[in-house]
């Protein structure tokens, strides 16, 4: 098989020890050399905490080199890494913490207070912070490095990734090494990537796109990245002056509209720049490829099956279409309700089988079973067709969920929590459009008889609850749900309603 992710970093640092790994304005940068010793340290030091080949180590640290280091050092370990969104509060890391049972949680310095007592024989709580500070980067320090990796083939486990579901309750996504690294390989391939590549990476690093594609694509090719904390419209534009590659959420590409500074001679060094996590609005991908000559490459994946297919590198990037199947991915239309294929041009569920589908989710077998089809295609959800000329058009959801700014929310976990506060005697929750996060979270509340509730003290009470993210950027009031002859919520009805909640004309 291909070699692993750790395999392919090791051979990069033999080769390209002195090319940089991370540049940083205003700080020194990281060579290769210089980060693969400390993977090597922190593999020590995280085998000394007790990690073990199968166990996971479960992290919540602000976005950093060491954080994608402390990536590198688990998976040598033969270690399962479950990275965290740093929105996150204490009661959905308990959640995590519970279900996932780690053997290592990394939580930023300043959590360490609040975490630390959970500490147990079974249970290490150490510090990682973005100044390379903390409790585990001080273990690393003393440690004697690590040499070897712990040998992985492709069925081991590498990841857990939480996704929330329709039930409510986030089941851990278990991606392999071998769907780690088949992905890597297949993506370096589609978009061209080499060594010479500068990639701005401006994402998170706690999900599949700024950690499996971002990260394991520079990893995997000795390229550098130009590695910054958050997005930031200015200081994009300034760095795409030296790189040759961006990957972002539409939103990204819909505030760069914004900059008057977004022209052709601000991109004249860049090679490609590529969309996914969310649908890229059409008239988005017009301006673009207007205002800067170059046409968005927009590909399509999800956590459970890493990246599906692409637009082409070369050839026509289509708009409104996310292109073709990645080498080695097979992807078929299906019926919603009998599950037979469908001939193109028809709609249906999509379904996607290949190295790339995950395992399974963790410790949830029924559910598991419920969403891959005997063959081995996994139901993704999501509903497409194939256009005249074989690219797939993602034509809409089967699943309830809302994507906002490229994170997903699904409206069941955050109508529990609205559920759940005192007055409420039920809610809806659905998403509606947003100028720029593409969609937006909106709610619509039933208080309780004789109750008078307000939007902005719900609002207050689910902030430390929910992430932030998560939280409706409007909560209505009303005496019922619209619901059909069933008694069904009406969520389509609902997104006409308000549809115009976050248009100018509303304010
Ligand atoms: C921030 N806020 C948001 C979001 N981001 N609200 C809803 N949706 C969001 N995505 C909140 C903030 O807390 C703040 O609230 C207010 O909105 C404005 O924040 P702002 O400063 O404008 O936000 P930002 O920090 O600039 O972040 C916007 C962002 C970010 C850059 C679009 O959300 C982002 O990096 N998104 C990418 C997510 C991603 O990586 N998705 C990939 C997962 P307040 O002011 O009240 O505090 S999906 C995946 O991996 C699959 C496999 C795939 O296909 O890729
Ligand atoms: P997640 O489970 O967080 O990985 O999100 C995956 C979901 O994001 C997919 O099932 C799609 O609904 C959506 N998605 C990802 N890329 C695209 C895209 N290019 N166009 C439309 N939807 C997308």
Redesign the pocket.
Known sequence: MTCTIPEMFDAICREEGAKVMFERPGQPPITYAAAHGLVLRLATALVELGVRPGDRVAVQVEKSPEAVLLYLACLRTGGLFLPLNTAYPGPEIDYFLGDAEPRLFVCAPEALPQYAGRASETLAVESLGAAADGTLMQRAAEAVPQPAPVTRGAADPAAI?Y?SGTTGRSKGAVLTHGNLASNTVALNQAWRFTSADRLIHALPIF???GLFVACNMAISTGATMIFLTRFDVDQIIDEMADATVLMGVPTFYSRLLESPRLDPLAVAEMRVFV??????PEDVHRQFAARTGHVIL???????TCMIASNPYDGERRTGA?GFALPEVDIRITDRETGAALPPGETGAIEVRGPNVFQGYWRMPEKTAAEFRDDGYFV???LGRFDDEGYLQ?IG?D?D?V?SGG??VYPKEVETALDALPGVAESAVFGVPHPDFGEAVAALVVPEAGVSLDSDALLKALSGEIARYKQPKSVLLADELPRNVMGKVQKAELRRRFANLHSPAAG
């Open positions: 990734l996704t999900h599949t796109h969309s996914g996590s969310a649908p890229l927009e590909r399509y994946g999800m956590t459970e996310v993704t959800g999501d993602i959801r699943k969920l994507i994170y997903n």
